[in-house]
């Protein structure tokens, strides 16, 4: 069941169990001016999304009376419906980022799209399969909104600041009010959150997620409350230091090209050696092709396209 604490200005934390290989997801419910509840992210869709919701709200002294959601993937948005059904509070999502949800799990959804790109960029044909397998699976785990109210950067919800820091996500938005960061997936206080390129996606992520980051330095919140993990106490500090970390990828990015034309997949095996299960090989060939076309971009990498993707270093 949800796991519910008190934080700083009467916020309350809701933690949900996850079966995945991160273990659990946060929903934050922050106090309201109307005397209700403001929820941010909604969990993963599982089949008793609604049974753990009902038992976190009977904790509450108030209704929930809006549902803001960062980011489109499922241990954020999978359970909107859910929760929306339950209050009957309206739904708020990025203008972006609800396009490219309807792309990845709505009627826009082409079930043929990310089995093509994971061939294109030198993937396995037994991964794909795989893949297939687990996406329909996932697909059973979201149950997002409908046609949410929109949110766009510089809009204000209750007195939070929205604002629009991809990377992570395309469209991925976070709330900012007296020093305190509602931050999603950007800021996470252990791990590097995943920057990959997907199909439909902005062209340069790793690009758009550094520039983010100096965001967030430039805004100085004292606090960040993420998506998983512990609250982040220096959230410019975390910051630098991811800046610092892709830094380093970067390089090792650079090195990984060896002279001879590699796919993304291949580059993958250097960068992130060892057994990884199809979940975590797609991420880290997602987060691969996003540190090469950061190199692309720039001129120290080339690009060969073609039915297979490759690249080499730049002459």
Excluded at 152 to 157: R, T
Excluded at 192 to 198: A, E, F, H, K, V
Excluded at 264 to 286: D, H, I, K, Q
Aim: aromatic share 6%.
């Amino acid at each position: 069941m949800a796991q519910m604490v008190e934080l700083e200005g009467g916020i309350r934390r809701v933690t949900f169990a996850m079966p995945l290989g991160l273990d659990h997801v946060h929903s934050y419910l922050l106090p309201a001016s109307d005397g209700g509840w403001t929820a941010v992210d909604t969990g993963l869709g599982l089949p008793d999304a609604g049974e753990r919701w009902s038992q976190a709200l009977t904790s509450l002294d108030a209704p929930v009376t809006r549902i803001l959601i960062t980011h489109f993937h499922p241990d954020h948005v999978g359970a909107a419906a859910d929760l929306a059904g339950l209050t009957g509070a309206p739904v708020y999502q990025g203008a972006h980022d609800y396009e490219q949800c309807l792309r990845t799990w709505g009627d826009l959804r082409i079930e043929s799209r990310m089995p093509e790109y994971l061939e294109q960029h030198g993937t396995p044909p037994e991964e794909i399969e795989s893949f297939r397998d687990e996406s329909r699976a996932f697909a059973q785990l979201v149950r997002f909104a409908p046609d949410p109210a929109p949110l766009v950067a510089g809009d204000e919800v209750d007195g939070w600041q929205v604002l629009e820091l991809p990377g992570h996500a395309d469209g991925h938005i976070v709330f900012l009010r007296d020093g305190i960061l509602v931050a999603g997936d950007t800021l996470l206080g252990t791990i590097s959150p995943n920057i990959g390129l997907y199909p439909d996606s902005r062209p340069d992520p790793l690009s758009d997620y550094l520039q983010s980051l100096e965001r967030i330095i430039a805004l100085t919140p004292r606090l960040a409350l993420p998506g998983h993990g512990d609250p982040i106490e220096d959230p410019p500090g975390r910051a630098r230091e991811l800046i610092s970390h892709h830094g380093v990828r970067i390089e090792e990015t650079a090195a990984a090209l060896n002279g001879e034309a590699q796919s993304a997949y291949e580059v993958s095996l250097t960068l992130f050696p060892g057994p990884l299960s199809t979940t975590l090989r797609r991420f880290a060939l997602a987060e691969t092709r996003a540190h090469l076309e950061y190199l692309v971009h720039r001129g120290a990498a080339t690009r060969l396209d073609g039915e297979h993707v490759s690249y080499v270093a730049a002459a």
